[in-house]
T-cell receptor, first 112, second 113 residues
């Protein structure tokens, strides 16, 4: 069974600074996708970034980028120039086929 | 293009009542997924449906829970004889044919008194 582990229950960052959220996963599949979702206090699940496992190049979306290490099964999220609106719960997720498997989440606090 | 629509946003039921949660996928999406989020936890997969077919229900509790996605209308997650342990946020997601990106609705928060 696939598992996703987020080892940091809570993280904090100063506004305008950079923070990295960690995620590791376990799978025997070779073809899969990885995601980071953001859940603000409104509880809406918002897709932040996606990575296809067959692509070696790390995905980037504006201030958000990932460090995808396939051999190590690691998929960290870097948030640059952190903003107050980035404060949320962040979930790492894996999919191969249909169902998403989520980590337990990292609560990010952004300090002004 | 409207996103995934879930209603109601909040639902309060007494123990033993039935809860019906509705989900309308994004336009053009034929795949629907339901997830449950217990307090302080991540989302857990429940069921995956396509129009008129249940594809994977391995995450559904064996009793009291059912789901459907009819040819016309929204997908429905039905919980019969609710108990306090059913209190959670229930999220629906949809994806288009052949794509692995799932887009989520705002969720329905079920409270069982």
């Amino acid at each position: 069974a696939q598992t996703v582990t987020q080892s940091q229950p809570e993280m904090s960052v100063q506004e305008a600074e950079t923070v990295t959220l960690s995620c590791t996963y376990d799978t025997s599949e070779s073809d899969y996708y990885l995601f980071w979702y953001k859940q603000p206090p409104s509880r809406q699940m918002i897709l932040v970034i996606r990575q296809e496992a067959y692509k070696q190049q790390n995905a980037t979306e504006n201030r958000f980028s990932v460090n995808f290490q396939k051999a190590a099964k690691s998929f960290s999220l870097k948030i640059s120039d952190s903003q107050l609106g980035d404060a949320a719960m962040y979930f790492c997720a894996y999919v191969s086929g249909s169902r998403l498997t989520f980590g337990e989440g990292t609560q990010l606090t952004v300090n002004p | 293009n409207a996103g995934v629509m879930q209603n109601p946003r909040h639902l309060v039921r007494r123990r033993g009542q039935e809860a019906r949660l509705r989900c309308s996928p994004m336009k053009g999406h034929s795949h629907v997924y339901w997830y449950r989020q217990l307090p302080e936890e991540g989302l857990k997969f429940m069921v995956y449906l396509q129009k008129e077919n249940i594809i994977d229900e391995s995450g559904m509790p064996k009793e009291r829970f059912s789901a459907e996605f009819p040819k016309e209308g929204p997908s429905i997650l039905r919980i019969q004889q609710v108990v306090r342990g059913d209190s959670a946020a229930y999220f629906c997601a949809s994806s288009p044919q052949g794509r692995n990106i799932q887009y989520f609705g705002a969720g329905t928060r079920l409270s069982v008194l």
